[in-house]
């Protein structure tokens, strides 16, 4: 079984300063790998994905994450946080089950709490 | 394109009761998976429907229990109602439930069991 790890569980930063939030997972073969966005009372957003070519994968709303193979990371970043970006994050690795099918195994997430 | 819909949004019951959560997935998808989540557990797989069929199921007890109608649409159950049953539970909506396919998630139905 999959297994992520999201090593920050709060990460506050002044509005218009870069951020990353960091997520390993363990894994020796293919994976997919996602990062979900969440507000306050509300589900969960898919912000972006990696499911395979580039290492590089953005989202439309200036997010982007770099797959690594090698040190099993996929790192999330943005160069220029807002303060509507205040949220929880959660990092996930699609876990493949003997009936067939996925499912997400999830990091324990973390809190974005961007400052004016 | 309509999203993943969840009724009811907020539920209220009291312990020893059952309760019924709605899912209805995203026009064309066939599987529908459940979470659970939890201030202390986090988000935890709960299980997963493919075609009216069961497919896989997380580490829970036989009190939580689910199924899927020929539409899609997933309903899933929980008996004999406990405080730590209190959570938001999350719908995913799958094209195939593969990894690729990703997943689009519902906003949830908040139980509080007093």
């Known amino acids: 079984a999959q297994s992520v790890t999201q090593l920050d569980s709060q990460v506050p930063v002044f509005e218009e300063a870069p951020v990353e939030l960091r997520c390993n997972y363990s894994s020796s073969v293919s994976v997919y790998l996602f990062w979900y966005v969440q507000y306050p009372n509300q589900g969960l957003q898919l912000l972006l994905k990696?499911?395979?070519?580039?290492?590089l994968v953005e989202s439309i709303n200036g997010f982007e994450a770099e797959f690594n193979k090698s040190q099993t990371s996929f790192h999330l970043r943005k160069p220029s946080v807002h303060i509507s970006d205040t949220a929880e994050y959660f990092c996930a690795v699609s876990d493949q089950l003997t009936g067939g099918g996925n499912k997400l195994t999830f990091g324990t997430g973390t809190q974005l709490k961007v400052e004016l | 394109k309509a999203g993943v819909t969840q009724t009811p949004r907020y539920l209220i019951k009291t312990r020893g009761q059952q309760v019924t959560l709605s899912c209805s997935p995203i026009s064309g998808h066939r599987s529908v998976s459940w979470y659970q989540q939890t201030p202390g557990q986090g988000l935890q797989f709960l299980f997963e429907y493919f075609s009216e069929t069961q497919r896989n199921k997380g580490n829970f007890p036989g009190r939580f229990s689910g199924r899927q109608f020929s539409n899609s649409r997933s309903e899933m159950n929980v008996s004999t109602l406990e405080l730590g049953d209190s959570a938001l539970y999350l719908c995913a909506s799958s094209l195939g439930g593969q990894g690729s396919y990703g997943y689009t998630f519902g906003s949830g139905t908040r139980l509080t069991v007093v």
């Open positions: 990696y499911l395979s070519g580039s290492t």
